[in-house]
């Protein structure tokens, strides 16, 4: 009966930790491409916070690329555990994350458990898709623009009002 009682236990614990292996390895399984055959100008983000009570605060997020061909299409960007879709807007991307707090005041948002990446504050990583397989891409250095202000609520990237700000990073438009 005792030996009985080992095996089961024995079992369980194996279970648990093969378990937690798998997990774990499929999160970290994602891995990027470097180097890849398109090429990202510095990005830079941008805080925001809403006038009103349940808008709450985000990140606006700007990529350039260059020299990308047909066959790739950009597809989102994740940065401060914030998944976002990027959006082709006067030949740059552009990508609205918002913080799932609705107050005014921004703070990170915790990381889920199906979040794939490990980053830093300063890092993001962007999906693209080339010849119908998805490939990630890391940039190790995010610039910061002043935040702003949206006074009556969240911004929307497909926004065709003039009246709408967000900051811009247009630098010589060299396409090295």
Request: charged share 25%; hydrophobic share 30%; with cysteine.
């Amino acid at each position: 009966m005792e030996l009985l009682k080992k095996i089961c236990y024995a079992t369980i614990f194996i279970g648990i930790i093969a378990t937690t292996l798998q997990c774990a390895s499929s999160k970290e399984g994602t891995t990027f491409e470097t180097p890849t055959s398109f090429k990202v100008k510095p990005v830079s983000f941008q805080e925001w916070y809403a006038g009103i009570k349940v808008g709450g605060a985000g990140i606006n997020v700007f990529v350039s690329v260059v020299n990308r061909s047909q066959d790739i299409v950009i597809d989102s960007i994740y940065f401060r555990n914030l998944k976002g879709k990027l959006v082709e807007k006067n030949d740059k991307y552009q990508a609205i994350l918002k913080n799932k707090s609705r107050h005014y005041t921004f703070n990170n948002t915790e990381k889920s458990n199906n979040y794939p990446f490990t980053l830093t504050d300063n890092e993001c990583a962007i999906s693209y898709i080339e010849n119908g397989q998805k490939k990630y891409h890391k940039i190790t250095e995010v610039n910061e623009v002043a935040g702003i202000f949206y006074e009556n609520g969240p911004p929307s990237i497909y926004e065709s009002s003039s009246t709408s700000i967000l900051a811009t990073t247009d630098d010589d438009d060299d396409d090295e």
